[in-house]
């Protein structure tokens, strides 16, 4: 079973970037899609986006603004870059292999305060 | 915007039959909207359990099924185990791969 782990910083200054890495073990980045995901505390999920292992990506609406998911096949490691964030966007970010949504990270907790 | 509703909690017997369901506010939930389930237990990532209405995962314990019900998405639970006490969330896709996911329903097994 392919290993997914997230990683970056755990905490943010509002208005900067946030900026995660997926690195994917067991496996191989192709020829999947890959999504992020993010939990705020005590609420429920919510999609972020994906990115298909050539590049092509699909973002939620909602962030799509502010959102930037990329991969790097050499590295077998996608990121997620979410620009100008505040308090609201503090949460648990999980990354995950979209082949059903078959493999998940442990969570990475993202705090944005000053 | 899309709405997806779930019970906010729900309690079975150990041994006993639940089952939850996952509605949306635009409408009858069918096939074309994939709905999945997920398992996630406290500091623990989300556990896929169904996808596409009613499809395991080679992990998903054969008491747990997915079906469509009355115009929702529904999550069966027959006979009810100490360990499947968690939070079980639905998610459900609309225009295309963008899901959306309820509420959760917090399941006691007691």
């Known amino acids: 079973q392919v290993q997914l782990q997230e990683s970056g910083p755990g905490l943010v200054k509002p208005s900067e970037t946030l900026s995660l890495t997926c690195t994917v073990s067991?496996?191989?980045?192709?020829?999947?899609?890959w999504s992020w995901f993010r939990q705020p505390p005590g609420k429920r999920l919510e999609w972020i986006g994906n990115i298909y292992y050539s590049g092509g990506t699909n973002y939620n609406p909602s962030l799509k603004s502010r959102v930037t998911i990329s991969v790097d096949m050499s590295k077998n490691q996608f990121s997620l870059r979410l620009s100008s964030v505040t308090a609201a966007d503090t949460a648990v970010y999980y990354c995950s292999r979209a082949n059903y949504f078959d493999s998940w990270g442990q969570g990475a907790l993202v705090t944005v305060s000053s | 915007q899309a709405v997806v509703t779930q019970e906010p909690s729900l309690t079975v017997s150990p041994g006993g039959t639940v089952t939850l369901t996952c509605g949306s506010n635009?409408?009858?939930?069918?096939?074309?909207?994939?709905p999945y389930w997920f398992q996630q237990k406290p500091g623990q990532a989300p556990r896929t359990l169904i996808y596409d209405t009613s499809n395991k995962h080679s992990w998903t314990p054969a008491r747990f099924s997915g079906s469509l019900l009355g115009g929702k998405a529904a999550l069966t639970l027959s006979g009810a185990q100490p360990e499947d006490e968690a939070e079980y969330y639905c998610s459900l896709s609309y225009s295309g791969a963008r899901p959306v996911f309820g509420g959760g329903t917090k399941l006691t097994v007691l």
């Open positions: 067991g496996g191989s980045i192709s020829p999947y899609y």
């Open positions: 635009t409408g009858a939930v069918t096939s074309g909207h994939y």
